[in-house]
């Protein structure tokens, strides 16, 4: 059974701060997503990892992705109140590629 | 350009009923899948829809049926309900774009569809 894994479940960081969530999986794959969910909103994607090696940044938000190692991280710089926010990482179920095994999130918690 | 597009945001039902949701993907895009996320949880794929037919489905009993339409439209439907059937239920919407590596098949959520089964 495929297997997505998030660490930590729950993370709550001082504004400023600097940290990192992992993303393992259990399964052959060459492409990583990354979605953000607000409380009570639906999910919205941030970033598509496509190749081992890959890296994406987008303001604080900085994710990579190491196929052989089979783990993605995102990593958070100088954290901000916005980021507070439910991440997901997910893994595309082959053959079609375009349906999502999801892990079980990761809720961040920026304090003041 | 509206985005994907769900209906109704919340209902209500009791355990045996059957409930209807429905789904209107993004402009262009051909393709819906729907999720199920429990409190707390990721969302769980039920099953995808393409060019009118149940693609692919995940491990969801027989319970869980949907349909689409010729305007890419989507129904899931849920019968014989259960309290545990009670989540967010999440549209989500793509571009039939093959495995290529120029497909990135970013999926587009819809706001979802809360149900709560007493």
Redesign the interface.
């Known amino acids: 059974e495929l297997k997505v894994e998030q660490n930590p479940l729950f993370l709550s960081m001082q504004e400023g701060k600097n940290y990192t969530i992992y993303c393992n999986y259990s399964t052959t794959s060459d492409r990583l997503y990354w979605y953000r969910q607000d409380p009570g909103k639906s999910l919205e994607s941030l970033f598509v990892l496509l190749s081992n090696g890959a890296v994406k940044q987008e303001g604080r938000l900085m994710a990579s992705l190491d196929t052989k190692a089979r783990l993605s991280t995102l990593h958070i710089t100088a954290a901000v109140h916005d980021l507070s926010a439910t991440y997901f990482c997910a893994v595309p179920i082959y053959p079609t590629g375009n349906q999502f095994y999801f892990g079980t999130g990761t809720s961040l918690t920026v304090i003041p | 350009d509206a985005g994907v597009t769900q209906s109704p945001t919340h209902l209500i039902k009791t355990r045996g009923q059957q409930v209807t949701l429905r789904c209107s993907p993004k402009s262009g895009h051909d393709?819906v899948?729907w999720?199920q996320q429990a409190l707390?949880?990721?969302?769980?794929?039920i099953f995808?829809y393409y060019e009118e037919e149940e693609?692919?489905r995940?491990n969801f009993p027989d319970r869980f049926s949907g349909h689409q339409f010729p305007n890419y439209s989507s129904e899931l439907n849920v019968n014989a309900l259960l309290l545990g059937d009670s989540a967010l239920y999440?549209c989500?919407s793509?571009r039939?774009t093959g495995?290529g590596?120029s497909?990135?098949?970013?999926?587009?959520?819809?706001?979802?569809s809360r149900l709560t089964v007493l």
């Open positions: 393709t899948s999720y707390g949880q990721g969302p769980q794929f995808q693609r692919q995940g999440l989500a793509s039939e495995t590596p497909g990135a098949n970013v999926l587009t959520f819809g706001a979802g």
